[in-house]
């Protein structure tokens, strides 16, 4: 079973994206790697699948890869069961010549994580909790 877990979008300026859905009725908390601070994301609290405005800067944090992600340029994340699922599904995408961008990797926030492009260039994260 795969769901979608959240929708990650980059933006060139974090407090003008932050007030322009805001007027559209979203409700954000915000997010920073060190757990407190100024907000380097904000994390919608009330949309059903989870909008994330990301600085460029955090989400060059989370994904290190190049070329890294830009303003403009969104990711959709999705959850799968298990780690050996996330694997067995990055497998079998590089196989069929997907391009993978970030190998299957333990992130410091608890779930193994990796990133594919489809077809068209666009990223997909696939998310799996930790073991």
């Known amino acids: 079973m795969v769901a979608v877990a959240q929708i990650n979008v980059i933006v060139a300026d974090l407090e003008r994206s932050r007030a ?6 979203v409700t954000f908390s915000a997010r ?5 601070g100024v907000a380097e994301a904000w994390v919608s609290t009330n949309t059903g699948v989870t909008i994330v405005l990301h600085s460029t800067a955090f989400a060059a944090w989370w994904d290190e890869t190049a070329p890294q992600p ?6 959709m994340d999705l959850e799968l069961e298990s780690p050996a699922q996330l694997d067995e599904v990055v497998a079998k995408l590089t196989a069929i010549g997907a391009t993978l ?3 299957p990797t333990d992130m410091p926030w608890g779930q193994r994580f990796s990133i594919v492009l ?3 260039g666009h990223r997909i ?5 930790a073991q």
């Open 101 to 103: 961008v970030k190998p």
């Open 70 to 75: 830009a303003a403009g340029g969104p990711q």
């Open 32 to 36: 920073n790697r060190h757990g407190d």
């Open 20 to 25: 322009f859905y805001a007027l559209l009725g």
């Open 118 to 120: 489809d077809p068209d």
């Open 125 to 129: 994260g696939l998310k799996a909790p």
